[in-house]
């Protein structure tokens, strides 16, 4: 045996860092915060258009960081809040499809990075706050 003998990875050992209750429970309020701010930007885009477009934007990044909020007590709420996000997000992919009848896969994909995103900024800042004190 060599003095620097390496353990092997395991690979999917990134996966039990993710407190999964916590996913699904974030995953549904921001698929609710999202659903909701997609329908109020509809009466907000026949006002004004550039109100409406900044309306949309704001819901949508709302919704990502109440979808990481959930996981600020996880025991990675980087990981749980990146994957809550992201998770919200795909449920609103079906909607996309249902309301223009096609999908742009690439720009899907590319707006995937921003629940990531979001969702582990916001998982990692709002667990900041709670340093110290017991689940």
């Known amino acids: 045996m060599t ?3 390496t353990q092997p ?3 999917g050992a990134w996966m039990d ?3 999964w209750v916590l996913v699904v429970r974030g995953a549904s ?3 609710t915060v999202l659903v909701l701010s997609g329908l109020a930007s509809l009466v907000v885009f026949k006002q ?3 109100a409406g477009l900044i309306f ?3 819901g949508v990044l709302a919704a990502f960081v109440v979808a ?3 996981a600020r007590t996880a025991d990675s709420p980087v990981f749980t809040g990146a994957v809550a996000a992201l998770m919200s997000y795909t449920l609103a992919v079906p909607l996309l ?4 009848r096609n999908l742009d896969y690439l720009a899907i994909l590319a707006f995937a990075a921003v629940p990531l995103l979001v969702g582990a900024v916001s998982g990692f800042a709002l667990s900041r706050g709670r340093a110290g004190q017991g689940k």
Not at 97 to 100: G, P, V
């Open 97 to 100: 499809y249902l309301s223009q």
């Open 48 to 50: 004004n258009l550039l």
């Open 17 to 19: 860092r993710i407190d």
């Open 29 to 31: 309020t921001g698929f």
């Open 3 to 5: 003095p620097r003998a």
């Open 68 to 70: 990481a909020w959930r």
């Open 56 to 58: 949309l934007g704001a």
């Open 9 to 11: 990875r395991d690979w």
